[in-house]
């Protein structure tokens, strides 16, 4: 005789296995994914997947085609297809929304930067590219390239009164008044080595890093740490 509780779990685990067999059987909070094979030849059927965090809000912003303005005329755009777009909305609804750039920002999909396979993204003002490099890599590593592009939208709006103590914070050299105007490199402990072409590219690295490798971030740059944790506090962390 089957126990009731085992009887509960096999009525569970049914309820929990609905699957729907057309996007009008979807229920509320998901969304209908057409069939696909993955990068590892694992084949997906069609069906009802969860909505990510923020997905209404950033599905019509994955666009086709290439970004206006956009000054590498060497690079090419490619369709997305459904992988593509999956693990973009996954990854961007890990990443705590305080650092989403706003409306007008569009993220677009190219083939190979001009800077070689070793740039998996790209921004300017409007856009964000994601290259083929990128989609080679794990999920967390996809997140990580996106919050590193976040962090290059935020910082061109952080008020100077905020980059005043991340430079002191950072050891960057201020002249004068002008927060803006950099005296001279800090030269070291920097998380990752690129972060000395500039307190930008320092600030996105170190977003990046809080969010990704919080203990190795404040093993080698405490204060900056410390500065990231007080401006955007307890809960600025992966979902």
């Given at each position: 005789?089957?126990?009731?509780?085992?009887?509960?779990?096999?009525?569970?685990?049914?309820?929990?296995?609905?699957?729907?067999?057309?996007?009008?059987?979807?229920?509320?909070?998901?969304?209908?994914?057409?069939?696909?094979?993955?990068?590892?030849?694992?084949?997906?059927?069609?069906?009802?997947?969860?909505?990510?965090?923020?997905?209404?809000?950033?599905?019509?912003?994955?666009?086709?085609?290439?970004?206006?303005?956009?000054?590498?005329?060497?690079?090419?755009?490619?369709?997305?297809?459904?992988?593509?777009?999956?693990?973009?909305?996954?990854?961007?609804?890990?990443?705590?929304?305080?650092?989403?750039?706003?409306?007008?920002?569009g993220i677009y999909r190219m083939d190979r930067s001009k800077d070689g396979p070793g740039n998996t993204a790209s921004s300017n003002v409007n856009a964000i590219t994601l290259y083929d490099s990128a989609f080679r890599a794990n999920d967390t590593q996809?997140?990580?390239?996106?919050?590193?592009?976040?962090?290059?939208?935020?910082?061109?709006?952080?008020?100077?009164?905020?980059?005043?103590?991340?430079?002191?914070?950072?050891?960057?050299?201020?002249?004068?008044?002008?927060?803006?105007?950099?005296?001279?490199?800090?030269?070291?402990?920097?998380?990752?080595?690129?972060?000395?072409?500039?307190?930008?590219?320092?600030?996105?690295?170190?977003?990046?890093?809080?969010?990704?490798?919080?203990?190795?971030?404040?093993?080698?740059?405490?204060?900056?740490?410390?500065?990231?944790?007080?401006?955007?506090?307890?809960?600025?962390?992966?979902?």
């Open positions: 005789m089957i126990s009731p509780w085992l009887l509960a779990l096999i009525a569970t685990q049914t309820a929990s296995a609905y699957v729907a067999s057309s996007p009008a059987q979807c229920r509320p909070g998901t969304h209908w994914t057409t069939s696909y094979v993955d990068r590892r030849g694992v084949p997906y059927r069609s069906s009802c997947r969860s909505n990510p965090s923020g997905y209404h809000l950033w599905l019509p912003r994955i666009t086709n085609g290439s970004p206006a303005h956009w000054p590498n005329d060497t690079e090419h755009s490619k369709r997305w297809n459904t992988e593509e777009k999956e693990r973009v909305l996954d990854a961007i609804g890990h990443i705590p929304e305080a650092i989403w750039p706003g409306h007008e920002i996809l997140t990580r390239f996106i919050a590193h592009e976040f962090a290059h939208r935020f910082w061109l709006k952080l008020d100077d009164k905020l980059k005043r103590p991340y430079y002191v914070a950072g050891g960057w050299g201020v002249d004068g008044d002008n927060a803006e105007n950099i005296k001279f490199s800090r030269g070291k402990n920097f998380i990752y080595a690129d972060g000395d072409l500039g307190p930008e590219e320092d600030f996105a690295n170190n977003i990046e890093a809080f969010l990704i490798e919080p203990k190795e971030l404040e093993r080698v740059s405490p204060a900056i740490h410390y500065w990231i944790h007080e401006v955007f506090g307890d809960n600025f962390r992966l979902r």
